[in-house]
């Protein structure tokens, strides 16, 4: 096994080689995190884009346990049921984002839905409706395009030598 110092003098020495290449893994991790951006933000980027906001209520609350994949590790969690009314009838949902502790009922909210499937709904949090699933998105998306900088500037450096 070689040494540090041996590990990095190798590095240094095929460092044009190296940066080649470089722009492989950073595309990959660019596509999962995209990919993963999209899987948990897809239902909520909708929402923003096609939903109605109208006013509901929180009725009550749902007690949810979730356990680590180990089975070491739970917690509790209270999510809010929420109804508003469309144009036809009263509809219910329980909304993704819950609190440790139950909160008050008949608490006014601002509901974001679908209209053509009113069950499809979130309370409508500025910044929250955003979050986890944007960052890792645009984090996803910088990697990717740099990956294709890399890649076009690798390319000229190939050709021009």
Not at 39 to 61: K, S
């Given at each position: ?77 209270y999510m809010p049921i929420v109804e508003f009314h469309t144009n036809e ?22 509901v974001l839905y679908d209209p053509a499937n009113p069950s499809v709904a ?40």
């Open positions: 096994m070689p040494s540090a110092e041996e590990l990095v003098a190798r590095l240094t020495s095929n460092k044009a080689k190296i940066l080649r290449y470089a722009w492989i893994p950073q595309v990959l991790a660019g596509l999962f995190l995209l990919s993963l951006g999209y899987f948990t933000g897809h239902a909520h980027f909708h929402l923003i884009r096609e939903g109605t906001r109208v006013p509901g209520r929180i009725v009550g609350y749902k007690q949810e346990n979730f356990r680590s994949s180990s089975g070491s590790f739970s917690s509790t969690g009838r009263f509809v219910h949902f329980q909304d993704w984002l819950g609190n440790s502790i139950a909160g008050s009922k008949n608490v006014p909210v601002i979130m309370i409508d949090r500025p910044v929250w409706n955003w979050i986890p699933w944007a960052p890792i998105f645009v984090v996803g998306l910088l990697l990717v395009l740099s990956a294709m900088n890399g890649f076009f500037k690798s390319r000229r450096t190939v050709e021009t030598s």
